[in-house]
């Protein structure tokens, strides 16, 4: 059972910068794409970022890209979301996800085959 474990989440002020982390439970995790993904309060479950097995690729949605940095470490069974410039409208519940999938990194929520619970993100204005 793999199993994801989302930490690092917490309020901040607008324009003030935070880093999530996730770490999975598996022996395996190189063999994995990870995901980030976030939902807002009466919103549907939205792409943030992802990241390929080996961390050569990554992926981001339009509404963070140039402030929001996604890494990975295989030697610690995590990945990260740095959040820079944070919006209020970037408060959500942040979501990771684990894709068993060699190849691009992907968007969609379907192709991920594990979840996190989630980790709240406030931004004030």
């Known amino acids: 059972q793999v199993q994801l474990v989302e930490s690092g989440g917490g309020s901040v002020q607008a324009g003030g910068s935070l880093k999530v982390s996730c770490t999975v439970s598996?022996?395996?995790?190189?063999?994995?794409?990870m995901g980030w993904f976030r939902q807002a309060p009466g919103k549907e479950r939205e792409f943030v970022a992802a990241?390929?097995?080996?961390?050569?690729?990554?992926v981001y949605a339009d509404s963070v890209k140039g402030r929001f940095t996604i890494s990975r470490d295989n030697a610690k069974n995590t990945v990260y979301l740095q959040m820079n410039s944070l919006k209020p409208e970037d408060t959500a519940v942040y979501y990771c996800?684990?894709?068993?999938?060699?190849?691009?990194?992907?968007?969609?929520?379907?192709?991920?085959?594990?979840w996190g619970q989630g980790t709240q993100v406030t931004v004030s204005s």
């Open positions: 996800a684990a894709d068993s999938w060699y190849g691009p990194p992907q968007s969609k929520a379907y192709e991920y085959d594990y």
């Open positions: 598996t022996r395996t995790f190189s063999s994995y794409a």
């Open positions: 990241i390929e097995w080996s961390g050569l690729r990554t």
